[in-house]
């Protein structure tokens, strides 16, 4: 059976940095694109960043969020710096049997169940 786990998320003020976890298991990882998307209260689920053949990120966060995974811990990481308030949201890790990287929510099979990130000001 997939799982994937997330892990953390937390408060911290603007400026600062977090890295979110996501350990995948039951699943052969390298066959795997993985990917983060988080949901501010009261907006729908959106796209973040993604790594496959390639890694792609939503304009937002490009030159402050890095995605990045560990094939020997089935683990993949966000690394997010230069946190601001709008960043404010519940992350959760999807994991797709393609190394293709979609960006939308149909294009992953398999979620978490979310870490929250909160940036206050």
């Known amino acids: 059976q997939v799982q994937v786990v997330e892990s953390g998320g937390g408060l911290v003020q603007a400026g600062e940095s977090l890295r979110l976890s996501c350990v995948a298991s039951?699943?052969?990882?390298?066959?795997?694109?993985m990917a983060w998307f988080r949901q501010a209260p009261g907006k729908e689920r959106e796209f973040v960043a993604g790594i496959g053949w390639t890694t792609h990120y939503v304009d937002s966060v490009k030159g402050r969020f890095t995605i990045s995974r560990d094939y020997a811990k089935n683990t993949v990481y966000l690394q997010m710096t230069s946190l601001k308030p709008e960043d404010t949201a519940i992350y959760y890790c999807?994991?797709?049997?393609?190394?293709?990287?979609?960006?939308?929510?149909?294009?992953?099979?398999?979620w978490g169940q979310g870490t929250q990130v909160t940036v206050s000001s």
């Open positions: 039951g699943l052969t990882f390298s066959r795997y694109s």
């Open positions: 999807a994991a797709d049997e393609s190394w293709r990287v979609g960006t939308t929510l149909v294009d992953y099979n398999y």
